[in-house]
Nanobody, 127 residues
């Protein structure tokens, strides 16, 4: 089992920044690829970003490329999502997820590929 706890959400004006954190406990964090997803009211949960367990590879949804950055610190069992140049359409509950990966460079962008999920953190961007 892997337990995931997100933090860092909040209310911010358009153009502002936030840094989300996801702390993991349980199994060996460094064996897990990590992902961030988000869900806006009335919409399905969508992929945002993913990073391999080595941290060497990452992949983003087109709408957040150049604005969001995913990173991880395996020594701290934590994955981060830096959100810059926020827009009202980024408003959503943001979830982190973990997927066991046997290859250090693997990453995953499909929701049903992930094994564990956090409870989510709310990000609200005002215009």
């Amino acid at each position: 089992q892997v337990q995931l706890v997100e933090s860092g959400g909040g209310l911010v004006q358009a153009g502002g920044s936030l840094r989300l954190s996801c702390a993991a406990s349980g199994r060996t964090f460094s064996s897990y690829a990590m992902g961030w997803f988000r869900q806006a009211p009335g919409k399905e949960r969508e992929f945002v970003a993913t990073i391999s367990w080595s941290g060497s590879r990452s992949y983003y949804q087109d709408s957040v490329k150049g604005r969001f950055t995913i990173s991880r610190d395996n020594a701290k069992n934590t994955v981060y999502l830096q959100l810059n140049s926020l827009k009202p359409e980024d408003t959503a509950v943001y979830y982190c997820a973990a997927k066991f990966a046997s290859y250090s460079g693997s990453y995953y962008y499909k929701r049903d590929q992930y094994d564990y999920w956090g409870q989510g953190t709310q990000v609200t961007v005002s215009s």
